[in-house]
């Protein structure tokens, strides 16, 4: 794996950034995009975040750029991480490594002790990326459930969440 030969920071989300973080993540999660699904609503996902530990919102900046974001939370059980993304010409310089270092730090600081996530079936490569980082399958499926306001929210044609 190479390394970013710039240095890279990691910090907390700040509202200024909204924008760019919208950007990446409309450019690295299709769904972002599909306006059948408004519930996939970027500024809302930030929104949400911001009322609940948004102090585990990271982005990652590189030259003052903002070129990668992972949510992480903890619900006193397990940990979960969501929203990794790095801007596709950046990627493959480890910020995704980082950003997921980062993020299981602050949950272990936090007592955390399993860190979950999940993967869309389609997404066979991320899977490689996870499992170099020492992730492995859990013997479970993913059952979810959408509550209020959009309980009744199709599921996506593609079988990713609703
Ligand atoms: C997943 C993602 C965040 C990885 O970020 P990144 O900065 O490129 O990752 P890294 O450079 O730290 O990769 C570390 C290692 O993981 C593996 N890896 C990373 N991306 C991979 C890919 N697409 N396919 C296979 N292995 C991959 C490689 O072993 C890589 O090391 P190498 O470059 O020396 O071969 C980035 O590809 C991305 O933003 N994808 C789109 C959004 C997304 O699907 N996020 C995950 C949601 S669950």
Not at 18 to 27: I, P
Not at 101 to 111: D, I, M, P, W
């Amino acid at each position: 794996m190479t390394s970013t030969t710039t240095p890279l920071a990691i910090r907390c989300f700040d509202a200024g950034d909204t924008d760019a973080v919208v950007a990446l993540w409309q450019e690295a999660f299709p769904e972002y995009r599909d306006t059948t699904r408004p519930q996939r609503n970027p500024h809302l996902s930030i929104a949400n975040k911001m009322t609940t530990q948004p102090e585990l919102f990271f982005v990652a900046e590189l030259d003052g750029r903002l070129v990668g974001t992972v949510m992480a939370g903890y619900d006193g059980h397990r940990g979960w991480m969501y929203s990794l993304a790095v801007d596709a010409a950046q990627r493959r310089h480890g910020i995704g490594t980082r950003l997921v270092a980062h993020a299981e730090a602050a949950l272990t600081a936090r007592g955390c002790p399993k860190v979950n996530l999940q993967v869309l079936c389609a997404k066979d490569d991320i899977r490689g990326f996870y499992e170099a980082l020492g992730y492995r399958a859990d013997a479970v499926i993913s059952m979810g459930k959408r509550l209020g306001q959009y309980a009744d929210a199709a599921p996506a044609a593609s079988g990713a969440p609703a």
